[in-house]
């Protein structure tokens, strides 16, 4: 059963190229700020890439390492689980070749999503608010919109989309199981000093 304290504060990964040399450290630098678990979201890079960073994150860190979509790129990896959209496998699919034990996120956008991510051991809702990170992230649902479909999906729920740490306190009084963050960590110069703001924000 997925321990929803993984979820406090997700610490996902920045695609930016000529920064990928350096993203194990900046992983690390927030796992030590206070992030309790790393998604893995490389968009543009190779699944031979994506493998190979995730390996490392997953060697670096102590806490859960999730992958963005692919889920035998997280197998691959040695990954604790998966994060899935609309249009990656089904997550009843992957329950047919995972461990018992693999964590399996997908996210939540709309009632057409419902049915998939009731099957998952938690969901990722959003954009809550604009976010320039992720271009198909769709329009800003807002508190009431993440409200809404927390209670509808009935799953530990994990903010997406323009988090900050101004923003944190107000999402987890919405019922948030955690928050999910890019640009204000690994935009930051300091991405440990972001982290360790943003779990301070939250209570943590």
Aim: a neutral charge.
């Amino acid at each position: 059963m997925l321990d929803p304290k993984i979820l406090r504060l997700v610490a996902i990964t920045d695609d930016a190229e000529d920064q990928r040399s350096m993203l194990v450290d900046h992983v690390a630098a927030a796992v030590r700020g206070g992030a309790t678990s790393v998604q893995v979201r490389l968009k543009k890079a190779t699944p031979r890439e994506v493998v190979e960073i995730a390996k490392a994150i997953v060697n670096k860190v102590a806490v859960p390492v999730i992958v963005n979509d692919r889920a035998d790129i997280a197998l691959a990896a040695g990954a604790a689980g998966v994060h899935v959209g609309e249009a990656d496998l089904p997550v009843s699919a992957i329950r047919r070749f995972a461990p018992a034990n693999f964590i399996i996120g997908a996210s939540l956008g709309g009632d057409a999503e419902l049915a998939n991510a009731k099957e998952a051991d938690y969901v990722g809702i959003g954009p809550l608010f604009t976010t320039g990170s992720k271009g198909d992230a769709g329009k800003a649902i807002g508190i009431e919109g993440f409200r809404k479909l927390a209670e509808l999906s009935g799953r530990p729920a994990l903010a997406v989309g323009g988090l900050t740490a101004a923003r944190a306190a107000q999402v987890m009084a919405a019922g948030a199981a955690g928050i999910a963050v890019i640009n204000a960590i690994f935009k930051s110069d300091d991405p440990e000093r972001a982290a360790r703001s943003i779990a301070a924000a939250i209570g943590m």
